[in-house]
């Protein structure tokens, strides 16, 4: 009972967004817990450890992000450098997940061409699923699945995520910018760092691209439809 009270409390001042103060909690709570064969204390003590990696995150630099993409290849994130990325953690049966997968999907769409990228991690348990999943919709940007758990992927376990979604945003240094980088925080960072969703389209007009600026206008209604 103590452990879910430690738990409940890490996890309200993160909704609070007092992340040196959670990330101390971590901290006290998973050094008050000695060393034990009891497997649910001893996995309360990993969570309390991963979620504070979590938390001091935030204006720092994300230096490595390893794995295997859906379809075997080995994830290369030093290809990612000097871009914005949205790295998003999710389950995709989740209903939540599969409506901010479309929101994203249109920023992509918006912001790809100023240097946006978007790295999914799959928590999904059923392969097939997902790749039946995967052809279906023809998502355009890195898919991270590793066959060999169940269905938790390593990156989410090492930074305390146990549900989906969560996002985490890169800025064009490499500094994480943001950990909740969802709804309509997303939108928000985005503007700060690459532009107005609408500024590319003055560029295009300029250039008299008049067939990409047409495509680039029915993007930009997409996210902006009181405009």
Not at 190 to 203: D, I, R, T, V
Request: charged fraction near 25%; charge should be negative; glycine fraction near 10%.
């Amino acid at each position: 009972q103590d452990v879910d009270i430690a738990m409940s409390t890490v996890l309200e001042l993160g909704h609070a967004e007092r992340d040196g103060l959670a990330a101390q909690a971590c901290d006290g709570f998973a050094g008050e817990i000695v060393q034990t064969d009891d497997q649910e204390l001893a996995g309360a003590t990993k969570w309390f450890e991963a979620a504070a990696r979590r938390f001091e995150l935030l204006g720092g630099k994300l230096e490595s992000l390893e794995g295997r993409t859906v379809d075997g290849t080995d994830f290369d994130w030093a290809a990612y450098r000097d871009k914005v990325v949205l790295i998003y953690f999710c389950s995709n049966p989740s209903s939540l997940c599969r409506a901010e997968m479309a929101a994203i999907k249109a920023y992509y769409d918006v912001y790809h061409d100023r240097g946006f990228e978007v790295v999914e991690i799959s928590s999904d348990g059923n392969r097939q699923a997902l790749q039946d999943l995967l052809v279906k919709e023809q998502s355009p940007w890195a898919i991270l699945h590793d066959a060999d758990t169940d269905g938790m992927h390593p990156i989410a376990k090492y930074y305390g995520i146990t549900t989906g979604p969560k996002a985490f945003l890169i800025d064009q240094a490499g500094t994480v910018v943001s950990i909740r980088a969802r709804g309509g925080q997303l939108p928000k960072l985005l503007k700060e760092l690459l532009g107005p969703s609408y500024g590319h389209g003055k560029a295009l007009a300029m250039a008299g691209r008049w067939e990409e600026l047409a495509a680039n206008f029915e993007k930009v209604v997409k996210i902006n439809p009181e405009n």
